[in-house]
């Protein structure tokens, strides 16, 4: 999935100007970044980011985007937050209810300080990945520019032994669908974790030592964990593609429940079973954040190729239809990324409808996930527009908020729009050696062809909507599937 013009020897396509530039382009491409105050620097590899941002969601996916890019070896994350100031006594209430009302941190034994726009939080928590699911929640409160974390790890009563968890992280990364490397060595010593060998981006790299903590180390040692290129080589990752047996697959999903604090405490209510790689999860849980979670930790399993989410959500405690309706659009005005827009928000039985105008598909899914990850919500209708001024011309670029999105037809042509979807799939470490093809007719594109995994699939289809498509056919099909 070369661009027409990439006639240069790899090493020079991925000299370090050419990373800067694929860089600053998804800066501008990609929404919740504030590109024109990030300034990208790239030395063999290593991006360094400076320069400020409008908050800590956005300070990551800067860093996420950059990671995700070809070439890019680490990333130095310097960005400031430069968040508008929200009183103290403001912040700390959102902050308290981000946490009350998500499904999972609600029970947590967590306790919040606030000043100056630094979020203090302290208490305990039973494992790293809770630790992690907290400090999310209030990464995406707005207004929130510094979290100090004094979390403690209490864990379970029993103490896994080295060898132990040196087995689970094998399990794990060999069952993990996001890390494709087979060149990546595990052993621990007294609870400390050393992994060494290669991976293929850095965002690679930062889920190899995820997956380490997730399985009990007190402390990972990286030092000898490397990224090259060369790793991204598909001949080294066959072995992920390797035929697996469906029950096999079924205990690999059930396993990764049991390490997702968002799925874990709703998890026995839960059934999976697969055939011919096709996962089938059944039963009843109590949030529908839980039955999302469970829908992507099953997808992220090796050997899945599709996943059919047949869970029933049934709220423990069911809540009155006008309490969750406050709390979503209490949950909406202050999440970091869509709290600017002003939406309509109806909630009947639990399901909630979703109704306004956003300026990406990001937004509108971003929407439609802090609805789901409300306390109470069973279902949730995205019924969202996107209205994306810069795709439109000049002349309705200032379209204000109330406004109802007006389509022309001058909308950019076809080629443009396919040279800047070629251009962002080849500088994809994930995608750029895809058997992607692409047709595009009056901004609607069509995905054929094959990919290595749903999380590709999804990939290339969000990338589709960042460039500027109106519409997605995504009829992609997964390497090794029927």
Same mark, same amino acid.
């Given at each position: ?21 694929? =860089? ?51 990333? =130095? ?67 929130? #520019? ?72 007190? #402390? !990972? ?52 079973? $697969? ?8 039963? !009843? ?16 399993? $090796?050997?899945?190729?599709? $996943? ?17 309706? #406050? ?117 609607? $594109? ?37």
């Amino acid at each position: 999935m070369n661009p027409s013009s990439a006639t240069l020897a790899p090493e020079e396509r991925l000299a370090d100007a050419d990373i800067t530039a694929a =860089i600053e382009l998804l800066f501008r491409m990609k929404k919740g970044v504030s590109a024109h105050f990030i300034h990208v620097a790239t030395d063999r590899g290593l991006v360094k980011l400076t320069g400020s941002t409008t908050s800590l969601l956005s300070r990551e996916r800067a860093e996420e985007i950059a990671k995700a890019v070809r070439g890019v070896r680490g990333v =130095i994350n310097e960005l400031l937050v430069r968040t508008p100031v929200v009183p103290d006594a403001d912040l700390l209430s959102n902050v308290e209810k981000a946490l009350a009302q998500d499904p999972a941190t609600a029970d947590y034994n967590v306790r919040c300080f606030v000043h100056d726009g630094t979020v203090l939080t302290e208490g305990t928590v039973q494992s790293w990945a809770e630790q992690q699911l907290v400090l999310q929640v209030l990464k995406s409160v707005h207004g929130v #520019r510094q979290i100090e974390n004094r979390l403690h790890i209490r864990g379970g009563e029993l103490t896994n032994s080295d060898d132990e968890i040196t087995a689970q992280i094998r399990a794990l990364l060999e069952w993990d669908i996001r890390v494709k490397s087979t060149l990546v060595t595990v052993r621990t010593d007294h609870g400390v974790v050393h992994v060494a060998g290669t991976v293929g981006t850095a965002a690679e790299r930062d889920h190899v030592l995820a997956v380490a903590y997730m399985a009990g180390a007190t #402390r !990972v040692e990286a030092r000898d964990l490397f990224v090259a290129y060369w790793a991204l080589d598909k001949e080294l990752r066959n072995q992920k593609f390797a035929s697996k047996a469906d029950e096999d697959i079924a205990q690999a999903i059930r396993d990764m429940f049991g390490y997702d604090p968002r799925v874990r405490a709703f998890e026995p209510g839960a059934h999976v079973s $697969v055939h011919d790689g096709v996962a089938t999860l059944s039963g !009843v849980v109590s949030s529908l954040a839980a039955k999302r979670a469970a829908g992507e930790d099953a997808a992220n399993v $090796v050997g899945v190729f599709d $996943v059919r989410n047949l869970l029933q959500v049934r709220a423990y405690y069911p809540s009155p239809d006008a309490a969750i309706q #406050r709390n979503i659009k209490a949950a909406l005005a202050r999440d970091a990324f869509v709290g600017h827009y002003g939406f309509t928000v109806n909630v009947s039985n639990g399901k909630a409808q979703l109704y306004g105008t956003v300026h990406s598909h990001s937004d509108q899914e971003r929407a439609e996930d802090v609805a789901a990850g409300v306390n109470g919500v069973i279902e949730v209708d995205n019924h969202l527009q996107v209205f994306a001024a810069e795709h439109f011309t000049p002349a309705v670029a200032a379209i204000g908020e109330g406004d109802v999105p007006i389509h022309l037809e001058n909308i950019e042509p076809d080629h443009v729009l396919e040279k800047r979807l070629r251009n962002h799939y080849y500088w994809s470490a994930r995608l750029h050696d895809q058997d992607i093809n692409l047709l595009i007719r009056d901004g609607r $594109v069509t995905l054929t062809g094959t990919v290595d995994s749903l999380i590709d699939r999804k990939t290339a289809a969000t990338e589709a909507y960042a460039c500027g498509a109106r519409d997605v056919n995504n009829h992609l099909h997964l390497r090794g599937a029927a």
